[in-house]
């Protein structure tokens, strides 16, 4: 919105050096906490927390009391500092403990940038996100939780660290006094350091209208004092849109003074500057981003699965090449060697359980089974990148301050489904339920946090757990209260539901872990559905959708 802060790198590098020397050794809980109203907590000692609110219309960053229902997060961690990059909007909290996490360090990062203001938590040890607030591809780069953490290309404008002043100077003429005057506040964005559209007007001063070659000179000591200040003087400028935090005054822009950054973060929170409407309006967009991920993310699963069933035709030919041989394939063997068409030797496994023949119709099987999902998915993928221009094409409208009137009804109506009394939010169940063919009761987690409570709350100790091998998926829970294995179909079947309600779905064969539910543990500050498996055994099973279809009983 017009209104919103906006953050350049001076006010980050001015933002991160004043953080450092407020938050610098203090002790703070290792995990922040995201929120859906895009705002991220880091729980300080002492009944504090730094909140920072990254929603479009706001923008504030203040030391606030601990909130309610917050006090058994312990500091278990230490923030080691706070530092900015030069010529970045990128800030980093660097945490440090011992124990609680691999490697015993994390960063949580903001990242500042106009229109994709994000907070992450990456592990120092792998660089992988540990979970993040507002999930997107953006730039190529993919911020999900699980993903390693790349973050944006750095900046290579000139800059101090690359030449000295007087080479500085005459790169200065170099890049301004040669195009029109009119033109030169993008040359000056696109090629110096610490230039930005809060600053570049009081840079230029009368340079950005007048030709005279002379004004440049002025206009160079104003960007040699910006770049290389160091000493911090907050205060609020008077925007035409706005007030904004800055570290130093602006020459020509009206500013009161402030002790400190966050004094003058401060004075914005208590105010009310966004009109309902257009609150409202914030609000919805966020909502509608939201959805328009979702979309995105569907429309890219499903062409990852056509992808996968593209393997029909090969699966169909290792049948038949397990039919031609079936005088090789002896008894307990896990695979067998054959020769294709072209004399090529082929090692095919095989499931020493099975009889030859019966390898065979399983690979026909699971030919057949990717031919049923290959005719099913140009269609669901032709809907999917119709929702995904629907909302595009709405969210380009609802930018210009008034939503379409669909988009408003469809938001509405989730937001309604969503609205559950707390005696309807005690009712849901944080898993589905199936009935396997020998009727045990099968519990499927729906969301990560509903895994664990799946796990940890709604499983006995004896119970057989199982989950797909190194990918993302449900906690599968399959009530067994006797000694011994379950039967093995009711195993099979279980396992199939894990490999179906996980990332691995689109494949043929998958790996499933199982194991009693003794022996999962929860590490402490491990992010929600992670955990660990003391010991365990593997079955492969096949993602089947008619399994799923069959097994389900609401």
Known sequence: MSNAVRFDP????????????????????PAPVFDR????????????????????????????????????????????????????RLLRIELQEGNRFRGGARSLLFELHTNQWNALLVDGADRRIVSVLRSR????????????????????????????????????????ALVPPEERRVELLRAFADASPLNAGSILGDAATSPDPALLDPAFERWWALHTARERRPVLLELSRGKQPYPFPLEGVPAAPYPTLLAAWATLVTQDEVPG????????????????????????????????????EPLRARGDLLLANLHRVQHGASRVTVYDHDGRRIKIPVD????????????????????????????????????????????????QGEPPAWMEAALRRAEHRQ????????????YRVYRTSGG?????????????????????????WLHARSVPGSHVVLRWS????????????????????????????????????????????????????????????????ETEERLREE
């Open 277 to 312: 409407r257009e609150q409202e309006v914030a609000r919805l967009l966020v909502r509608a981003r939201r959805r328009l991920e979702g979309a995105r993310r569907r429309a890219a699963k499903l062409y990852q699965e056509l992808q996968g069933v593209a393997a029909a």
């Open 352 to 399: 020493p359980a099975l009889r030859p023949h019966e390898n065979a119709n399983r690979w026909f099987e699971e030919a057949r089974r990717l031919d049923r999902i290959a005719e099913r998915i140009p269609g669901l993928i032709e809907r999917a990148e119709a929702e995904v221009r629907r909302w595009e094409e709405g969210i380009a409208v609802a930018e």
């Open 137 to 176: 591809e953006a730039g190529g780069r993919r911020l999900f939780a699980g993903e390693v953490y790349a973050p944006p290309p750095p900046s290579s404008r000139l800059s101090a660290r690359a030449a000295e002043r007087d080479r500085l100077r005459v790169e200065w003429h170099v890049h301004l």
């Open 419 to 430: 609205a559950r009394s707390p005696a309807q939010a005690r009712e849901r169940k944080p």
């Open 10 to 29: 001076p006010l980050v590098r001015a933002l991160a050096a004043e953080l450092d020397a407020l938050l610098a050794g203090r002790p703070a809980h």
């Open 482 to 545: 006797d000694e011994g294995a379950p039967p093995a179909r009711d195993l099979e079947e279980a396992a199939t539901l894990a490999a179906w309600h996980s990332k691995a779905r689109s494949s043929g064969t998958v790996a499933v872990d199982w194991t009693r539910r003794r022996y999962v543990r929860k590490p402490r500050g491990a992010p929600p559905g992670r955990v660990s498996i003391l010991q365990a055994k593997t079955v492969f099973v096949s993602p089947d959708a």
């Open 37 to 88: 109203d895009l705002s991220a907590l880091l729980l300080l000692d002492g009944g504090e927390a730094l909140r920072w609110d990254l929603h479009p219309t706001r923008g504030w960053v203040s030391l606030v009391p601990r909130p309610e229902g917050f006090e058994a997060y312990a500091p278990e961690a230490r923030i080691v500092r706070v530092a900015a990059a030069p010529d970045e």
């Open 440 to 464: 045990l009761e099968v519990r499927v987690g729906r969301t990560r946090e509903d895994n664990d409570r799946l796990t940890f709350r709604h499983a006995s100790l004896g119970d057989v």
